[in-house]
């Protein structure tokens, strides 16, 4: 297996497309993105002494939904590779093949943050918005920061949208003082 993110991403994406099942990679993938962003999760399964199977069966419990075997073994191979730490550059790169394949080239990546992960729906919901208002294809890159307490934060190159409850006490904080 390659150790480099891009040719990681080309090369599941390349099987998902011969399996006819590219959207459903995604997905999976995408699950097991959020479940690395759990620090103790990450660390348990990036443990090379642990077995794939009990690899296999930590990520299992924790999915929401099944995960495919093939998945969980680009997951355990990557885990006694040390590379999980390279799993979010791989998804995103899955993400941008994936666009490509639909028609959707030049994509901008949009990083969004939320205090808590965003599932599939709301993570195209929130793609298909910020299209919307730019005009032009975004990947939402999601991450989760429980310092902005709610609401949402957005990047899109060097433009912020910052409508987190963090940004809005500050705000007041602010106004309080000139009080």
């Given at each position: 297996?390659?150790t480099d993110p891009r040719m990681l991403s080309k090369e599941l994406f390349k099987y998902a497309v011969a399996?006819?099942?590219?959207?459903?990679?995604?997905?999976?993938?995408?699950?097991?993105?959020?479940?690395?962003?759990?620090?103790?999760?990450?660390?348990?399964?990036?443990?090379?002494?642990?077995?794939?199977?009990?690899?296999?069966?930590?990520?299992?419990?924790?999915?929401?939904?099944?995960?495919?075997?093939?998945?969980?073994?680009?997951?355990?191979?990557?885990?006694?590779?040390?590379?999980?730490?390279?799993?979010?550059?791989?998804?995103?790169?899955?993400?941008?093949?994936?666009?490509?394949?639909?028609?959707?080239?030049?994509?901008?990546?949009?990083?969004?943050?939320?205090?808590?992960?965003?599932?599939?729906?709301?993570?195209?919901e929130i793609g298909r918005q910020i299209t919307e208002i730019l005009g032009r294809p975004v990947v939402v890159?999601?991450?989760?920061?429980?310092?902005?307490?709610?609401?949402?934060?957005?990047?899109?190159?060097?433009?912020?949208?910052?409508?987190?409850?963090?940004?809005?006490?500050?705000?007041?904080?602010?106004?309080?003082?000139?009080?």
């Open positions: 297996m390659s399996q006819k099942q590219p959207v459903r990679w995604l997905g999976e993938l995408r699950r097991v993105e959020d479940l690395l962003k759990d620090d103790a999760l990450a660390a348990s399964l990036s443990n090379k002494e642990a077995a794939p199977a009990e690899r296999a069966r930590l990520l299992s419990e924790r999915a929401v939904g099944d995960l495919s075997s093939e998945t969980l073994g680009v997951v355990n191979a990557m885990a006694q590779d040390g590379q999980l730490n390279r799993f979010f550059d791989i998804v995103l790169g899955y993400q941008k093949l994936l666009d490509e394949y639909h028609g959707v080239e030049g994509a901008e990546i949009a990083e969004v943050t939320t205090a808590v992960a965003l599932d599939d729906a709301d993570r195209a890159n999601a991450s989760v920061d429980p310092a902005i307490i709610g609401g949402v934060r957005i990047r899109v190159g060097d433009k912020l949208i910052d409508g987190s409850v963090r940004r809005k006490l500050d705000l007041l904080s602010k106004e309080l003082v000139r009080w």
